[in-house]
């Protein structure tokens, strides 16, 4: 099946430096990903959309300027956290849909847990 | 976006079925009936999704109600490494934009 990769899987850091995580889909083209951000025992909370060639789309509440997104090719997203600070530690997950397959499903990265220290 | 509406838990020993029920009653004619399931500390892995039709494929089957306001997650034969947090949630056909829900703990007692 289609498989999207995250990288790195795990990141600890010291507040007030930034971090970038990237999403690949490796064997589809994607010109669109979603990144998500789950706190522990919580659902999964959708914050931004990222569109190939384009700006992403932010849901509400989502700071555009700390979490900048760059979605530069078709098989590449990036989610860099600007200035983290603690409250910013969470599991980042991205997703991702293959446009060779007529069904909708979509495919998600292993997620990316970000500690701020 | 629709809502669904799911058990918060469920228990269920291995090997036998499981059913894992969902409503979603304001669910629009174009909207199709999606499930994801997630382990602890990995990402969501897709289950299977369906419109109106009942699905099956090597992961589960689906249940749709004829109206189309509920929906059945079936796990024919429960194992182990079926406990995860299932989630339903329904996909608009022009917008593959995801809402989760808080979802099922499915436990799976040896």
């Known amino acids: 099946g289609a498989v999207v990769s995250q990288h790195p899987s795990w990141v600890i850091c010291k507040s007030g430096t930034s971090v970038k995580i990237e999403c690949r889909s490796l064997d589809f083209q994607a010109t669109t990903m979603f990144w998500y951000r789950q706190f522990p025992k919580q659902s999964l909370m959708l914050m931004a959309t990222?569109?190939?060639?384009?700006?992403?789309?932010?849901e509400q509440g989502v700071e555009k300027d700390k979490f900048l997104i760059n979605h530069a090719s078709l098989t590449l997203s990036t989610l860099t956290v600007t200035s983290a600070h603690p409250e910013d530690s969470s599991f980042y997950i991205c997703s991702a849909r293959d446009l060779g397959r007529e069904a909708g499903e979509l495919f998600f990265g292993e997620g990316s847990r970000l500690t701020v220290l | 976006d629709a809502k669904t509406t799911q058990p918060n838990s469920m228990e269920s020993n291995e090997e036998e079925p499981v059913h894992l029920p969902c409503n979603h009653s304001t669910i629009s004619g174009t909207d199709y009936i999606h499930w994801y399931r997630q382990l602890p500390s990995q990402g969501p892995e897709y289950v299977i999704h369906g419109l109106t039709s009942n699905v099956n494929n090597r992961m589960a089957s689906l249940a749709i109600a004829e109206d189309r306001k509920s929906s059945t997650l079936i796990l024919h034969r429960a194992t182990l490494r079926d406990a995860a947090v299932y989630y339903c949630i329904l996909m608009g056909s022009s917008n593959y934009k995801l809402t989760f829900g808080k979802g099922t703990l499915l436990t799976v007692n040896p």
């Open positions: 990222s569109n190939e060639g384009s700006k992403a789309t932010y």
